[in-house]
């Protein structure tokens, strides 16, 4: 256990001594989420940049955020439903499920 407080110590930055594992792993969650955040709007501006069609732009990074560091404020937009090709397509790739 001991090791993962340091680890996660080493990430944030600071000396472990005063703070609570529960503290640490908040504060290494937030510096994930910030470097993500980044990340994300380094990609969408690269997406935006090769777009061949403006009805392709994507004007929120939070798309491209993994879906456990969304965060409160950016939520990840949901997939749409399956469409009846999507499920077909699913039953010719992987034949022998479930039929409803």
């Not at 080493?10 to 005063?18: A, I, T, Y």
């Not at 470097?35 to 090769?50: E, F, G, P, S, Y």
């Not at 069609?53 to 939520?75: R, W, Y």
């Amino acid at each position: 256990m001991w090791d993962d407080v340091d680890e996660l110590a080493g990430v944030v930055g600071v000396d472990p001594g005063p703070l609570t594992l529960r503290r640490l792993l908040n504060m290494n969650t937030g510096r994930r989420r910030h470097d993500w955040q980044q990340t994300a709007r380094i990609l969408m501006k690269l997406h935006n940049v090769n777009c061949k069609d403006e009805s392709e732009l994507i004007h929120d990074p939070a798309v491209f955020m993994p879906p456990g560091l969304a965060g409160p404020t950016q939520q990840r937009p949901k997939a749409p439903p399956p469409t009846a090709e999507d499920c077909a397509l699913l039953r010719k790739l992987f034949p022998g499920g479930k039929k409803k």
